[in-house]
């Protein structure tokens, strides 16, 4: 299926979908946080009282490793402790394929089971492609993860090029896709148009792709 059929098939109902996820993203933190101050202030008042003899209380500079809060350390921390090993996982995602094994973050919310169809994803940092049919440059690689929103991971086993073909009949090639069987369907990486020149902009349910003020296709 051509990039011009993604285009067509995008729906505005996705960028409702992701602005309704954060909205309730954001809901959700308020309320954690709030919980989370309100225990904080129980704790910080019962430590009030252990004073030096001079009279102040010993601020802890920095925040806490478990929580990420202020004035206390992690070892004193009342929030159940986290698995440390997946933290640091989570905070180490690299852009570059080539030095670390975790290299993209994708969306669960953009997986649908569609093996032939193609997405433009707004969150997605490269192109990524399930069918190895569809590469016509290919290498094979091991020991690579992609890394989703969800902390789930899955097996990236190749790399190479894919051409599409616009309505207009041009053809546009995607450099670098990362061939992941697991993925459900093929995701377009929006900032990897945006940072090749092109421009896409929403018109009519529809995605126009132009570069250098030409149109490409839709």
Request: glycine share 6%; hydrophobic share 35%; aromatic share 6%.
């Amino acid at each position: 299926m051509g990039l011009e059929d993604l285009i067509v098939r995008l729906r505005i109902e996705e960028d409702n979908r992701l602005s309704e996820m954060k909205s309730r993203k954001l809901q959700i933190e308020a309320k954690a946080n709030l919980m989370e101050r309100n225990r904080n202030t129980s704790i910080k008042r019962k430590r009030v009282d252990y004073k030096p003899k001079n009279g102040r209380a010993k601020m802890i500079k920095g925040n806490c490793y478990n929580c990420g809060k202020p004035n206390h350390m992690a070892k004193d921390c009342r929030l159940p402790k986290k698995n440390q090993a997946h933290v640091s996982e989570v905070r180490s995602v690299p852009i570059d394929l080539g030095e670390l094994n975790l290299s993209v973050v994708v969306f669960e919310t953009n997986l649908v089971d569609n093996l032939r169809e193609w997405w433009i994803d707004t969150g997605a940092t490269r192109h990524i492609c399930s069918d190895k049919e569809m590469f016509s440059t290919y290498t094979s690689i091991n020991g690579r993860k992609l890394f989703m929103e969800n902390s789930a991971t899955s097996n990236i086993v190749g790399i190479g090029n894919v051409v599409l073909k616009m309505t207009s009949g041009k053809k546009v090639t995607l450099i670098d896709v990362l061939h992941v069987p697991d993925i459900r369907t093929n995701l377009v990486s929006r900032s990897l148009i945006v940072k090749s020149g092109s421009r896409l902009v929403f018109e009519s349910n529809k995605f126009v792709l132009t570069k250098n003020n030409h149109f490409i296709g839709k």
